[in-house]
Structures are given as C-alpha cells and as structure tokens.
C-alpha cells in the first residue's frame, strides 16, 4: 500500500509562514514590540470585530471612541474611501499605539460591478475568468477602502434546497479546489498590501454545506472520511494558495460547533496545514454557542444570539471559542467582557491571548497598514464601474450560461428581427437580477434584458414588453398584456426564475419549482402557439420539468450582474455561443436531494429490471440535467481518448489524451472533462470523480488535442487507518463533455479506458 499525504494534485504553493520569510527587525519582531506594550483591553480589542453603519459604511460615534481607546481592530461593513479614511485617521494618530483598522466586507461576486454568482462563475469551468472577476473586485474595494473580503465561500454541498449553494462553486470538490485557488489568487495576487488587493477568507469552516435537510444553519454529522475527502479539499486549496484568514461556520459537526471545535480548527487548521493567518467567527457565532434563553443580555452581552447550548452563559462561550482556535469574535462582544475574568480563573492563558493578537497583526502587517493606512480618495471614483470592468463583467456573464434546451435550433435568434416581446418578472427587473450578497452594487447601474435585448436589435425593431406578474408571481392580473404582447410578436423571450432573496443566507426552500404562477404564465405563452424562448435567472437547481418537456430554448442565465441585459442579448442573438456547464446535478423531483453524480454504488446499485436495488418506484435515480451537462449553437465530437501508458509506477504519472472536433457550423467552446474510478478499493470509492477539466474555443472545421495528466495524488482516498492511501489495482478512466459519459461504459467504448498502478 503506497502512502500520500493530498486528495489531489495542488498547484505549487506561492505561500509560506511569517517565520521562514521574515527577516529579524521584521514583521515577528515588531508584532513583538507591540505586544509587550499592549494591556489586556488593547489585546482584546484586537480580537473584537463590529458592524459599522449600513449602508453608509461610516463608525458610529461610539465606535469612533473605542477605535480611539484602542480597544476596536476590526470592522465589517465599513468602506468608503473618505468614511474608511476618517476611522483610520483616528486609529493611526489618535490612540495610543496607533494599531491601523482593518476594514471587512462581503465582496462575493463583485464590489460595484456586480459580475454572476460564484455558482454561476463555476458554470463557466473557467478559472481565468474567476481569478480576473475578484482580481477586479478587489481592485474596486481597496479603492474604497475595503482591505479585507469575507470570501471566497468555498462549501460544497450536494443540496438545492440550501439557499448559499449560490455563493460557492456546487457540488464537485475538485471543481472547488480549482475554484478556490483561483479567488484567492484574484483577491489577494502575490502581495495583498498592494493598492488593488485585498486579504481573502475562506468560509465557512467547515461543512456548512452540508446542513440537514437544506435549511440554512441546522444541523451537521458526517463523518471524518466525507470532511476529508469532500468538504476540506477546497479550503486546502485555498490555504495552499495562500489565504490569510479563515472563517467559522454556524453549524456544528457532529455534536460540536464548527466556532469551539478543537479539531478542525486546531489539529487540523494549524497543526496539519501550519495555518497561520486569523481565524474570525461568523455574526454572533460566538454568542451561539450559549443555551437559550440568555440569562442576563446586559450583564452577558452577545446581540441575543443563542443556540447550541454547549456553554451555560457568555464566559464559557468564550473559554471555548478561543481555547478551540476562534481568534476574532465578530460582533457580540463576549471576549472583550470574559477573557479578563477567564484569565484570573486560569481558565484560559494569555498565551494564547496573544497567539490570536499575533495572528490580527500579521494580517495587518501583511496587508500593508502599518506602512500605508489610507487610501487615495481621489480614485474611487475613477475605479468603480471602469469601463474595462463592465466589460468583464458582460464577457464572463455570458460565459456563465447554460444552454439546456433548444429543440429545433430555435435558438440563437435572428437579429433581423423587427417584432420580440420581452416579458415576465424578471425581464426588466434591476433588483433581482445582479443576486444576493451584491456587495455595493447599485439596481440603477444594472442593465436589465429588455434594455439589452433594445439595444441588441436597435431602433429598427419594435420591441414591446409586459411583466405578466411580478417574482412571487401570486396573480394572474398581468398575464393579458404579456399574452398580447405575445401574439403580436414574431418571438417571445420570457425572462422567469427566483427573486434574488430566495437565494443565499436564511434562505432555504423545500420546494423548488418556479415561484407562484410562473410555469402557468409559461403555459399561457405557448399556448399562443408564438415562438418562444425561456431564460431563468436563479441561485440554485430548480424542478424544470415543465420546462424540459414543453419550452422550446431554456437558457439558464443565473443571476447574471451588473451587464446582465447585454449578456443576456449577447446569447440570445448568438454574439457569443453559449459553452457554460452545470457545475451541480438538476434534479427531477426534490425527493431526489442530496443529488450529486459521485455517488457510492452501495450494495445494490440502480438496475431498472430489478427491483430489490437502490432506486424509486416513482421517477428515475439520475438528474434531469447532469453535473457538466450543457448545449452549444454548435457540435462537438469528443473521441480517440488514449493513454500514454497502460500503468503508473509509484512516483510516476502517465497522460490522458482526447482528440476534440467542432463538426458544426460556428465557432464554440467545448469543456472537455476527464473522470476516473478506483474499481476495487478496500474503503467503498464513487462511481467517478473529476479530476481535470479544460474550456477550450474551436472554429468550425478545426480539430485540438487536450491532454490531462493523472498522478498518485489524483488516486488518493482517505483509508481505514485515517491516513491517506493509495493503493495498486485497476482504475477507470473517461474523458467527455458531461458526467454523464460515465454511466455504463462499454468494453469498446472509445472515450473508456483503464489503467492500473502498480505495486
């Protein structure tokens, strides 16, 4: 049995400890000099985190007086160049020591220029463009003086109903590993005190995504080998990329919070992968580890927030998120109010007071505030909404969508058209359609599909639009003047989906269909015999049925940003191809979740002319739309898949090879992906996994070779001694343009073949 220590091959890592890159007299040395002349309320100060005004982005004035005291390190919410500028001043000239503020925000998918979901962005497959799209936001939030994002969220989850799939990168945790390396190398770069960087996040930490029964917050139990293998690799990922700051999640695992787990965030976090940047927890988190009801807000303060029950009051609260590995305590203030106390009862130490102080710091330092804490106030302007940033915003939206329909090739549609209805919800909506989590992105800066689909075909053609209802969709008052406008029209483009507050935090469904009368609006169209075509704009995987059966072109849009019109149009009228995939499985009935296509065979796998197997009497076990599954205006051939040798050796690799043909009529992109499957393992192995993938553009006509390389780390598993383990034996090996060229593979089948590793 061969011994490795990594799921998957990680790129090289660019990051390494304070200790072995810091000079004497640097860094360490002055985060010394500052400790030993810091009191207990300065250190904990530096450990408290509190919401600034929102929106304004401006400190209240009784946060103002504690940044003065030196007892307030970090904000969430604050941002503006000028109000950013006015609390550091104070900071840096007015307090005692003149420790910088640090300044947090959630920049998700954008500061101002609002680009698609992070669900959306995976649908891409494109790493580059991930990594462009948060280098641009970062380089709008510094600008306003953001130097630190709560993202990227790099949870996996396997279920729709969970309203934050929207904010990471679904259901795959080699797709969110690759994501993860990408964000963090946008946001932060090599140097993240550079002037259009900001320090990452990776959140949350860890299993979020794996709440029971989809509802955000509940609870989690899974199993060592699933955290290994499944929900840690994208925050390695992002730790081996060189994040600087973890967060923690609300749920527990298995019976301890994520916020007081010694586990992840000690043994693991620190002592296996030497983590050395700042741990923060959630809003309130903290104060959710107490038993409700609180017994005494005033004298135990924590903004009411209770749950767990694991610490009788405010100071064990405390005692546990900080002894477990929590540094910064965002928003109740439990640490500031206990630790004294904690410290004379030895239940905590001031070592590792200063452990956690240390850690702020070297944030700070890194980021560049001690040598620079303002930012230029005359550039924010310049910065936001750049027109290179809109720009990106438009190309990489457009990149994002996924053709799941398009019977008749009815689309793209002509731009000589002289006649188009555009109706529904969300056809002129500039609220709903840039998402949840917008950062400081503006409904007016939002380009809506009517006003891009206008712009498409110019003055020329009449285009008439009726919002038949709104998202909620409760009536059918407004379904005449969208049938009207549908009946005059030469082609209907029905804009339908979720409003942006079904998605994202606090945000859980247990039906996910088209809200309200959606799908009889849908209806009523088609019955008007008119051609028409469907684009959804919406953060997670909904029961399209309907739509599947009887909607001639479904477009999946997500929630497309800042330019979404213009990319909208871009893909209607066929400017740009559309080359997305699912990077999470759609299922065909909400029975069906967890759904995901790297499922375990069990003892008894699906088999249709058996029914004493792991099935349903009702509908199929596989998705309506598979994970990597997506249509193009044009045809792809994916063939030839060979290897460069039948074997690995320990130590070696061996490459995969697939030859990829545009055999339609216009240029395309194609994501090739490559899967395999450990077929005898001593642990039970999924059926496949992914374990490369490329995006790549072909002319009609024009025929490339991809190639992926497969090595050791690519085989490992989490074995029955708790170690990674390779072992020798056989292994299935695919290369296609969707999971689902991995069910059933023939002997002969030329995108299938097998390797083995040897001993």
Not at 662 to 688: C, F, M, W
Request: charged fraction near 25%; hydrophobic fraction near 40%.
């Amino acid at each position: 049995m061969l011994m490795v220590t990594a799921l998957s091959r990680p790129e090289a890592v660019t990051s390494v400890s304070a200790q072995e890159i810091d000079p004497p007299g640097g860094i360490e040395a002055r985060i010394d000099d500052l400790i030993g002349r810091m009191t207990l309320e300065e250190k904990l100060g530096q450990l408290s985190m509190l919401d600034a005004d929102y929106p304004s982005g401006e400190l209240t004035d009784e946060q103002k007086q504690m940044v003065r005291d030196g007892v307030l390190g970090s904000t969430l919410n604050g941002r503006g160049a000028v109000a950013t500028n006015e609390a550091q001043r104070i900071a840096v000239e007015e307090s005692r020591l003149g420790i910088p503020l640090i300044f947090g925000f959630d920049v998700i998918h954008g500061y101002r220029t609002v680009f698609p979901m992070p669900l959306a962005e995976a649908a891409t497959w494109s790493v580059r463009d991930a990594r462009r799209s948060a280098a641009i936001a970062a380089k709008e939030a510094r600008a306003a003086g953001v130097t630190w994002t709560f993202a990227p969220m790099v949870d996996i989850t396997h279920d729709a109903r969970w309203g934050r799939i929207v904010e990471g990168a679904g259901e795959d945790p080699f797709m969110g590993s690759a994501f993860s390396r990408a964000r963090v190398k946008g946001f932060q770069g090599d140097d993240y005190s550079r002037p259009d960087r900001v320090a990452a996040t990776a959140k949350h930490w860890v299993a979020y995504g794996g709440a029971e029964a989809g509802r955000d917050y509940n609870t989690v139990d899974t199993s060592e080998r699933n955290l290994r293998e499944l929900y840690f690799p994208p925050f390695k990922a992002a730790h081996d990329a060189g994040v600087d700051s973890f967060m923690t999640a609300f749920n527990e695992i298995s019976g301890i919070p994520a916020t007081a787990n010694p586990f992840t965030l000690t043994e693991v976090l620190r002592d296996e992968w030497g983590e050395d940047g700042p741990v923060l927890s959630d809003y309130t988190a903290v104060a959710e580890l107490r038993a409700c009801p609180i017994p005494n807000v005033e004298t135990d303060p924590g903004r009411g927030a209770c749950g767990h029950a694991v610490a009788a009051d405010g100071a064990e609260a405390a005692r546990l998120a900080l002894n477990a590995g929590t540094d910064i305590e965002m928003v109740s203030q439990l640490y500031r109010t206990h630790i004294p106390e904690l410290l004379d009862q030895g239940l905590v130490t001031m070592e590792r007071v200063d452990e956690a102080v240390r850690r702020v710091l070297r944030l700070k330092f890194r980021a560049g505030l001690f040598d620079d804490p303002y930012v230029d106030e005359s550039k924010e302007g310049g910065v936001l909404l750049a027109p290179d940033h809109l720009a990106q915003a438009r190309r990489i939206a457009a990149r994002s969508m996924v053709l799941l329909e398009n019977k008749n090739q009815v689309l793209p549609l002509s731009a000589d058209l002289k006649r188009v209805a555009v109706v529904g919800p969300l056809a002129n909506n500039q609220i709903d359609m840039i998402g949840t989590w917008t950062g400081d992105g503006k409904p007016e800066d939002v380009v809506p599909v009517l006003r891009g689909v206008e712009a498409a075909l110019g003055d020329e053609a009449n285009v008439s639009y009726a919002q038949g209802c709104d998202t909620e969709c409760v009536s059918e008052d407004g379904f005449r003047a969208a049938l009207q406008a549908a009946r005059s029209a030469q082609a209907t483009i029905v804009v339908v989906g979720e409003p942006a507050a079904w998605s994202g935090e606090a945000s859980s469904r247990a039906e996910i269909d088209l809200p309200g009368r959606q799908i009889q609006l849908l209806k009523a169209i088609k019955k008007t015999g008119k051609p028409f075509v469907v684009v959804l704009m919406n953060g997670r995987p909904l029961d399209l049925n309907w739509l599947h059966n009887r909607a001639p072109a479904v477009v999946e849009a997500w929630y497309p940003g800042t330019q979404a019109g213009h990319a909208v149009a871009d893909v209607l009228f066929g400017k740009v191809n559309p080359g997305g995939k699912l990077p999470v499985s759609f299922p065909r009935a909400v029975g069906q979740i967890p759904l995901y296509y790297n499922q375990k065979p069990t003892g008894r796998p699906p088999n249709p002319e058996n029914k004493y197997t792991s099935q349903y009497l009702d509908v199929p076990v596989t998705p309506l739309y598979e994970f990597g599954y997506g249509l193009s205006y044009t045809d792809f051939e994916i063939s030839n898949v060979r290897l460069s040798a039948p074997s690995i050796s320990p130590g070696g690799s061996l490459t995969v090879s697939a030859d990829v043909a545009n055999i339609g009529s216009r240029s395309g992109d194609e994501v090739v992906q490559l899967y395999i499957h450990d077929k005898v393992a001593s642990v039970t192995r999924p059926i496949a996994e992914l374990r490369g993938f490329k995006r790549l553009n072909l002319d009609a006509g024009e025929e490339k070779t991809v190639t992926f390389s497969i090595d050791e780390t690519d085989l490992a598993f989490w074995g029955q001694e708790n170690t990674w383990v390779v072992e020798p034996g056989e292994f299935d090996v695919w290369v296609g343009d969707t999971s689902a060229v991995t069910e059933y593979p023939a002997e002969d089948d030329e995108l299938h073949e097998t390797f083995t590793l040897n001993n």
